[in-house]
């Protein structure tokens, strides 16, 4: 599995009518003769031959920027081209150019522009740095904003030209990072033309924040259109530390929880198959991600909060809707696992995140009986092997260090809660005291209360029942249930759809009403 992969830009629906654009009529796009004659020159030549000089591929590259500025200017990207989502016949196409011209123009221009990025990064010469930096300084040419202002249209923009112009973009900016530099310094023995990573910080940081945005979202679609941008994102140092501060590690784990779900429930296969290879794509990113742990106390405190990183690469596995899913997730698991805070610790005072504390999230969420599943079978990457070996061996390492009342203290507080030992009359009758806590503010008592609001209706009577023994077997505890609001909230869920649930909820109501429980049990 390579960090290098190069994301792909699906074609264009309207990709046969390309060949038809009759660039003089187009006086809204205000070219020049020269301009108009490049684009022919363009059309009838192998991209080789275009992008051989480094004064030709600049210009050709500054003309598509041209064209996206002004066609967009004009309403291009917001009429009937961006509502076609299926490849069109050449037929349906041509209908489309004369319907909606400039929208069938900014298609070809984010098309070309990414052609050309494409070839300049696989070829040798001319570079991404040498067409759209310039200067002795080599800094970002000024066009690069005709693809920000294309993604700033939001919802008026289709999604072709959105997806495209935030993965040409980010490839032209990820260039400009020193991390990649030094990377293409080793490749190439001639010395190299300077790129200016100052120019490109803002550029880099607006469009990160465009990425987060759609993360943000709760629609495929949207989250989709930013996927070859955030992959393209990941492959430099820099550019992973911004997708971290701008709080990317959060909402692409949350991305992860609901796709793994909703994947589990995909009865159609065609539908299936497109929600599994987005789930490989965020998994992938976050996995990228787990690549700075070491060398950043800020990147490891974002995995840690509030466990949801564990939980969705976790429900990932259990799920397991294809291999390549299933190793990207337990690769990420073990990088998470074997992390230290040896290099960079963080600030004095602060709370020491490392891997013994994902490992504890793991082991809250029974990670160790999905890694004794996945031993017996079969696969045919033997670096996945060798990765659930590791984590089998740090799991059962640290689950024997552990007393069942941390393992279920943990289990609390990760908010993942599945039935097991630690739910039964016999764990409660032995630990029901531990829930007061070592400050009697019964805090674990709280946050199993908090539980009963949980969408996951397992979760919820799982909840249900532990509140239950805790009445039970803690001296006044029917009082202090009550006092914490434990019995309103239980009561709501008596008459709910799910019968287990009603279940569960009925008994909790009837052990904190009646004191002795166990005699109408």
Not at 42 to 67: C, F, G, H, Q, W
Not at 230 to 243: G, I, Q, V
Not at 456 to 471: K, R
């Amino acid at each position: 599995m390579s960090q290098g992969n190069t994301p792909i830009l699906a074609p264009s629906p309207v990709s046969p009518a390309f060949s038809h654009i009759q660039w003089d009529p187009l006086g809204s796009l205000r070219l020049t003769a020269q301009e108009t004659a490049l684009l022919r020159m363009a059309e009838t030549n192998p991209i080789e031959y275009t992008l051989a000089d480094s004064r030709d591929a600049s210009m050709y590259a500054r003309v598509l920027l041209k064209l996206l500025a002004e066609a967009a200017a004009a309403g291009g990207g917001s009429g009937e081209v961006g509502k076609i989502t299926e490849p069109c016949t050449e037929a349906k196409a041509m209908e489309a150019l004369e319907t909606d011209v400039l929208g069938v123009v900014t298609h070809y221009a984010i098309t070309k522009l990414h052609n050309i990025i494409t070839s300049l990064m696989s070829g040798s010469g001319v570079t991404v740095g040498t067409v759209f930096y310039v200067g002795k300084d080599g800094v970002l040419v000024d066009q690069w904003k005709a693809l920000l202002r294309i993604l700033n249209k939001g919802g008026r923009g289709d999604f072709f030209i959105q997806a495209g112009a935030a993965l040409c973009l980010s490839l032209i900016l990820v260039t400009a990072c020193p991390s990649m530099q030094s990377t293409s310094r080793k490749d190439d023995k001639s010395k190299p033309r300077p790129t200016s990573y100052s120019s490109a910080v803002e550029p880099l940081e607006a469009l990160t924040a465009w990425v987060v945005s759609q993360l943000k979202t709760c629609q495929g679609n949207t989250v989709g259109i930013a996927i070859p941008a955030m992959t393209a994102l990941m492959t430099a140092t820099e550019s992973r530390h911004l997708f971290s501060a701008s709080g990317g590690i959060k909402y692409l784990s949350r991305q992860l929880r609901s796709g793994g779900k909703k994947s589990a429930t995909i009865k159609d296969k065609a539908a299936g198959s497109a929600s599994v290879q987005q789930l490989y794509e965020l998994a992938f990113c976050l996995w990228c991600m787990t690549y700075e742990l070491n060398g950043s106390h800020n990147i490891r405190t974002d995995f840690a909060k509030d466990g949801l990183a564990v939980t969705a690469l976790i429900d990932l596995v259990a799920a397991a809707p294809r291999e390549k899913v299933v190793r990207v997730a337990i690769s990420a698991m073990r990088n998470l696992a074997t992390c230290t805070a040896d290099e960079n610790p963080g600030p004095a005072g602060m709370k020491k995140v490392d891997g013994s504390i994902f490992l504890t999230e793991m082991l809250a969420c029974r990670l160790l009986k999905y890694i004794h599943y996945l031993g017996d079978r079969q696969f045919t990457d033997p670096d996945m092997e060798d990765d659930i070996k590791v984590l089998h061996k740090l799991l059962a390492d640290n689950y024997k260090e552990m007393s069942r009342w941390e393992v279920y203290k943990t289990e609390i507080e990760s908010g993942h809660l599945q039935w097991g030992s630690t739910h039964t009359e016999a764990f409660f009758k032995e630990n029901a005291r531990m829930l007061e806590g070592p400050d009697g503010d019964f805090r674990i008592l709280k946050v199993l209360i908090a539980l009963l609001a949980s969408r996951d209706e397992e979760i919820v009577s799982i909840a249900c029942y532990d509140i239950g023994e805790f009445v039970r077997f803690y001296p006044n505890g029917r009082q202090i249930a009550k006092r914490l609001g434990a019995k309103e909230l239980v009561m709501s869920l008596i008459e709910h759809e799910n019968v287990d649930l009603q279940r569960h909820a009925l008994q909790c109501v009837s052990k904190i009403m009646v004191q002795h429980w166990e005699y109408v049990k």
